[in-house]
């Protein structure tokens, strides 16, 4: 699987939380699809423009406002409520059957009519090509797509998934247009029809360009007369500088942690900038291979757990942009605990540590490489895993470094096993815990790092996808998390905050910073 991951939120702003407002005023009129247009600068960029290739936070903001879903997330929540659809439910008690009914007159962008047969093609497609950066690998329990009738799309999966509406109501569920894409290769054009509220009316390297869709038919009331979108391609100076000389209204995923608290700190009116805060969803693992002669021995992971210190590595790292996380169940996502708190506490103990180590014959120092990555999951990725090799060096029980390698060989070698100790960062495709431990401790998991529990993958991980009352799976993500806990495949370091940085007169951030992964377009408005 391609993880949806990318910079982490403390050094672009991105993730996925509950918004809250930090110095920037909200509005509660509707200006209508006649206001102005805003131009918007990210770090990141959009690497497709095509359904089902896009995997990155970048490609799904495009997807998440140019296509629809027949479900969406509505503002601030988290369970889907009909979007292109006017009902869907599971029409049977095993979730295995998913209908839905779509409503009247949808249409394309370019006026072509939207029908079940579009539905069906665009989920087929996506799993025909199965591409490598795609959604497809979201999937797995889709068995076929049956279309009754051209208002009537019904699913049948391989087995029982209740998270498969909040799945389709991604940007992995996003409709194209039959007529308009082929069925066995990606497009190429960079252009995109969907039926979303806005168009793509270009896409570049430097900047795409959207405008509102007046044939668009759903929940969302546009606010603005259109979006540009520029992209720095990772210089988070120059974003800052064209934020500051009024060259875009909006900075989104890109200004790094000491950007962010010099703005958040300056009292003066000069600048005429706010900071729009937001919790997060997205987080961030060390990540232990449990075939490794070193990182395997669980004494080892043991003395790590309870020597890092979280609190000073944000604080000196992050400038306290992010929270400290003590699962693998973020905060703020149904079934959390705090089962690495609980069990190592939130203070480093050297003795404790050294005890982990002496249960396992170790009585020397523990030579160990901890391995990062440059960009993938942003600049500060390097800087953090050196403080943490300080702060196991400093018990005097650890001879750590650190290993820096660009992304496309850092992935090759995981794959390979070369590496014992490394980061991955995760930004959720939808806010559910399934998608927090699924993932990285069922079958086949993407951390590549040769863990198995029978428990967990056996029994708990399909008895919570079975349960469509997502309240009710909170003892059974209980037990996932104290058994990792406990085990140590990974150890949670952050969950990350999110911010935006705005004009003066921009509005309606605060609707674009929810656990529901989206960023809404539509909700944005300037005076």
Not at 435 to 457: C, D, E, Q, R, W
């Amino acid at each position: 699987m391609n993880m949806r991951n990318q910079w982490p939120v403390l050094s672009v702003a991105t993730g996925l939380a509950a918004g809250l407002l930090a110095g920037c005023g909200s509005q509660t009129s509707d200006p209508g699809s006649t206001g102005s247009s805003l131009v918007m600068g990210m770090s990141d960029d959009v690497l497709a423009t095509d359904p089902a290739s896009g995997y990155d936070p970048g490609s799904w903001l495009l997807f998440n406002n140019v296509f629809q879903s027949l479900l969406s997330f509505p503002d601030g929540g988290t369970e889907p409520v009909p979007e292109a659809a006017k009902e869907c439910a599971f029409s049977d008690a095993t979730t295995k059957v998913y209908k839905c009914t779509l409503q009247d007159g949808l249409k394309f962008s370019n006026g072509d009519a939207l029908t079940s047969e579009d539905v069906k093609f665009s989920f087929d497609r996506m799993l025909k090509i199965d591409d490598a950066s795609g959604p497809a690998v979201m999937f797995p329990m889709l068995d076929t797509v049956q279309t009754p009738d051209a208002k009537t799309v019904v699913f049948r999966l391989k087995y029982a998934d209740a998270t498969f509406p909040s799945k389709i109501a991604s940007g992995a569920g996003s409709i194209v247009d039959h007529r308009q894409y082929a069925d066995n290769g990606l497009r190429k054009d960079d252009q995109a029809v969907g039926s979303g509220p806005y168009k793509l009316d270009s896409f570049g390297k430097d900047q795409a360009v959207f405008s509102v869709n007046d044939s668009y038919k759903g929940t969302a009331k546009v606010k603005n007369s259109g979006i540009t979108l520029k992209f720095f391609h990772g210089d988070q100076t120059a974003l800052k500088k064209a934020l500051l000389n009024h060259q875009v209204d909006i900075a989104y995923r890109g200004l790094a942690a000491d950007d962010i608290a010099d703005i958040s700190n300056d009292t003066s009116t000069g600048r005429g900038v706010n900071v729009v805060e937001g919790t997060s969803a997205e987080v961030q693992h060390m990540v232990f291979n449990m075939d490794d002669p070193v990182a395997g021995k669980l004494g080892v992971r043991k003395a790590i757990a309870y020597l890092l210190d979280r609190e000073a590595l944000l604080n000196k790292v992050y400038e306290d942009t992010a929270t400290p996380l003590y699962s693998i169940v973020p905060a703020g996502v149904t079934g959390h605990n705090t089962a690495f708190f609980d069990r190592y506490g939130a203070r480093p103990s050297k003795t404790k540590a050294a005890a982990a180590l002496r249960a396992e014959g170790i009585t020397g120092k523990v030579k160990l490489t901890l391995w990062s990555t440059p960009s993938r999951y942003g600049p500060a990725t390097d800087q953090e895993f050196r403080a943490i090799a300080q702060q196991l060096n400093a018990s005097g029980l650890f001879d750590a470094t650190v290993k820096s390698v660009a992304y496309d060989q850092y992935e090759k070698d995981i794959a390979k096993g070369k590496y014992g100790v490394y980061v991955k960062g995760w930004v959720p495709d939808y806010p559910d815990p399934d998608n927090f431990t699924a993932p990285f401790f069922g079958k086949g998991n993407v951390l590549s790092n040769h863990y198995t529990n029978s428990t967990i993958t056996g029994r708990l991980i399909p008895k919570t996808a079975a349960q469509s009352d997502r309240s009710s799976t909170d003892t059974e993500y209980g037990k996932i998390q104290d058994i990792v806990a406990e085990e140590l495949p990974v150890i949670p370091i952050w969950q990350a905050k999110q911010y935006a940085i705005v004009r003066d007169n921009v509005y309606g951030l605060e609707y674009c910073l929810d656990a529901s992964t989206v960023f809404r377009f539509w909700d944005i408005s300037k005076d």
